[in-house]
């Protein structure tokens, strides 16, 4: 198939990349924008208590949802606020609230607390002023961010000539700080991946063209995928989160990348033998086409399984990066082989050295050790990967999207002067909803369920209930003695403070607990069913894909069982990194779900490459331990390059400034380097000798082909 594939390639190269140009700008002409969404309550079902609460909330009490906006004041010298002071707060906010973004902020600013009382710190040296969302508003949308800028500009001047300074953050301001770091950190880490591979491919074939051509074809394939995700987004109403549009940027260029180079390198192999480029492209296609196919379709498979999540956020994330491997793939099937084919030996251009075949000592000698002592390697490379493993189960997750944002922005600021004058919890009062399905709600009763909730562990304060038009709802804000985002937070929601509202509530009434916490609660509970429902279904199919590829239900067992010790060893890399070296509380809680599916995925591209070498020798009559040594030589170069590189592609994303995506770089770059030097290098081709025959029952792929009969005169 991949033959015939080859051959009409090269004989319609031409047509193939006119097709590949007019896709990419229809697609780019006619699909919508991709659009992200930092609202963590659209990331779970309706069934989860922190949603009904947020959606009772909305219904009942329209603008008094969490702030949209808290605006925080204090003195330019630090001291105390004066009379006079507190008289400039009560102007600006004034002022300011005919002229906030009625779209998006309610054209209030609230100075006082629930009780009536100036909003100002004990210790007198803050005041704050908070904004209540639109009715309408999501708070996360461009008209919301754009608000968010005026709002920042007429602070500015309302506070001019006074002895006051404001800082604004609560959602809206953070989601305006959170899109202009991820605008930063697309364009620092694009710029770093493109410099990389560039670099990279020149060291590897000093070759001009080789080093502009997956930039030229992932630009391409880029602007098919991102239209392509935009159209599926919107006809199924997916809701990806901010960092998407960056990871794309990586998996698109590095897996890419790696695509290319291995239909390069056989490619190259096979002009060194004498064909010309017609038949080179068609043999590298045959040859390495079905590793690439097989490899994405893991990939793909891999991707495709967070369908299965509880969570919106995964179950975007997962269609978006399938879609871009698969368009991925098939220029890699289609359009590369065809550039090649236009360019010819050009492609090497300056360089000569591609005719002669490297002497490849370095992994000839490995591959002589790793065939003489299989066990050595297999048994010191397994006890890497182990003892890194151990440290995976320290993992601490975090649910906080907003520890992401900069330390330098205002938001963050605004925030930490916010915490550092009032109760920590005080900056995110958790909504506590009453809803009564029998009638008005009993005043008396809610004096009871308000007693009960300041009870309750973990509680600073319970403002007095505000009640819905009909008297069938009632809201109570309750102030915890930790930061809302804090994981002390979530343990006291998920426990003491459901426990309280749930026994409490009246007859004939229901309580939901909601706010930051409550879905960060809820969060952790969807993560634990999609552990036990995404990472078996990825990994079986994913052994499907192999035992089909290989014909054989044995190599697929250990190769995922040494993926599954590659994701453990990752994280727990990640862990000592970050939460023992690093001093982090946590890391962000989706963190496993992208280890498992990159290193699973693309550890098994590596396996399968690695072992579709090694039958391909075994073919030849060599016996197991001959054929890994041969493979190793061969297939080393290969992985080793593409490891380097997907690697250092993923590490870029530690340049983006904030910690999710420093977190989430160097987790998957190791994860990679991993997968590339020590799993597929070492530890499969290691077992695989040790095993022999039996590893490829009942296929026997590895058994030598026939020979054709010599024809008789």
């Known amino acids: 198939m991949f033959a015939a594939l080859g051959r009409f390639v090269s004989r319609r190269a031409w047509f193939v990349i006119a097709a590949w140009v007019v896709l990419a700008v229809a697609v780019v002409a006619l699909a919508p924008a991709l659009e992200t969404t930092q609202q963590e309550e659209e990331f779970l079902p309706d069934h989860y208590e922190s949603v009904q609460a947020y959606k009772i909330q909305d219904e009942e009490f329209p603008g008094a949802t969490t702030p949209a906006a808290l605006l925080v004041f204090e003195r330019t010298d630090g001291a105390k606020l004066t009379e006079e002071d507190q008289a400039e707060v009560g102007r600006i906010a004034e002022e300011l609230g005919p002229e906030l973004g009625e779209k998006t902020f309610v054209p209030q ?23 209540g969302l639109a009715e309408d508003s999501t708070g996360f949308d461009q008209q919301a961010f754009d608000d968010a800028k005026d709002l920042r500009n007429d602070l500015d001047g309302l506070v001019e ?39 990279l491919l020149a060291i590897i074939f000093r070759s001009v063209i080789i080093c502009l051509m997956p930039v030229v074809v992932v630009t391409v394939v880029s602007m098919v995928a991102t239209g392509l995700i935009g159209w599926a987004n919107e006809a199924f109403d997916l809701k990806a989160d901010s960092s998407i549009q960056t990871i794309l940027v990586v998996v698109l260029y590095g897996i890419g990348t790696d695509y290319i180079l291995f239909f390069l390198f056989r490619y190259r192999e096979r002009l060194r033998e004498g064909e010309d480029t017609r038949a080179s492209v068609v043999h590298a296609l045959e040859r390495a086409g079905e590793a690439i196919a097989s490899a994405g379709g893991a990939v793909i498979v891999a991707f495709m399984a967070l369908l299965l999540s509880s969570l919106g956020i995964f179950q975007a994330i997962g269609p978006a990066l399938a879609i871009a491997v698969a368009v991925t793939l098939l220029a890699a099937l289609t359009l590369v082989p065809a550039v090649v084919t236009v360019l010819g030996r050009a492609l090497f251009w300056p360089s000569k050295k591609w005719r002669q075949e490297p002497k490849g000592a370095r992994f000839a000698r490995i591959g002589d050790s790793l065939g003489r002592r299989p066990g050595a390697f297999a048994g010191v490379s397994g006890l890497v990967l182990a003892a890194l493993a151990v440290f995976a189960f320290s993992f601490n997750p975090s649910f906080d999207f907003n520890s992401s944002l900069p330390d330098d922005v205002e938001s963050t600021q605004g925030l930490e ?66 930061d809302p985002a804090s994981d002390q937070a979530l343990d006291d929601v998920k426990g003491p403070v459901r426990d309280a509202a749930h026994e ?5 009434a229901e309580a939901y607990v909601g706010g930051t916490p409550g879905i960060f609660a809820d969060l952790q509970s969807a993560m634990v069913r999609d552990y036990k429902v995404v990472f078996p279904v990825a990994a079986l199919v994913i052994m499907l894909i192999l035992a089909l590829l290989l014909r054989s239900l044995v190599a697929p067992l250990y190769l995922m069982a040494a993926v599954g010790l590659s994701f453990a060893a990752t994280l727990g890399a990640t862990v000592v990194a970050f939460q023992g070296i690093g001093g982090d509380d946590g890391l962000i809680f989706m963190l496993p779900i992208y280890i498992y599916l990159f290193v699973t995925a693309l550890g098994t591209d590596y396996n399968i490459l690695m072992i579709a070498r090694l039958r391909e020798e075994a073919r030849e009559g060599r016996d197991p331990r001959a054929a890994a040594a041969e493979a190793l030589k061969h297939a080393g170069p290969t992985i080793a390059a593409a490891g380097v590189i997907l690697a250092g592609t993923f590490a870029s994303l530690m340049l983006s400034g904030n910690s999710l995506m420093m977190s989430m770089g160097f987790a998957l770059s190791f994860g990679i380097f991993i997968a590339a ?27 030598q082909a026939p020979k054709e009969p010599a024809a008789v005169d």
């Open 417 to 482: 002067t916010f915490q550092a004058h009032f109760a920590a919890g005080a900056s995110e009062p958790v909504p506590v909803i009453l809803k009564s399905d029998d009638g008005q709600l009993d005043p008396g009763s809610l004096d009871a369920f308000g007693a009960a909730l300041q009870k309750a562990e973990g509680v600073a304060q319970v403002y007095p209930a505000q009640t819905s038009e009909d008297g069938t709802a009632a809201q109570f804000s309750v102030v915890l003695d930790s």
């Open 677 to 703: 030097f020590v799993m597929s290098m070492f530890f499969t081709p290691a077992l695989t000798a040790m095993i022999g025959h039996a590893a490829w029952w009942p296929g026997h792929q590895d058994e």
């Open 161 to 199: 000539g006074t002895d006051l300074t404001v800082q604004t953050t609560g959602s809206v301001p953070q989601g305006l700080d959170s899109q202009e770091s991820g605008d930063r950190a697309l364009a620092i880490v694009g710029i770093a991946t493109v410099v990389l591979i560039v670099v």
């Open 504 to 508: 409490a509530a009246p007859d004939g």
């Open 109 to 131: 600013v609230v100075t006082t607390d629930p009780e009536g009382k100036p909003n100002v710190s004990e210790d007198g040296q803050v005041q704050i002023g908070i904004i």
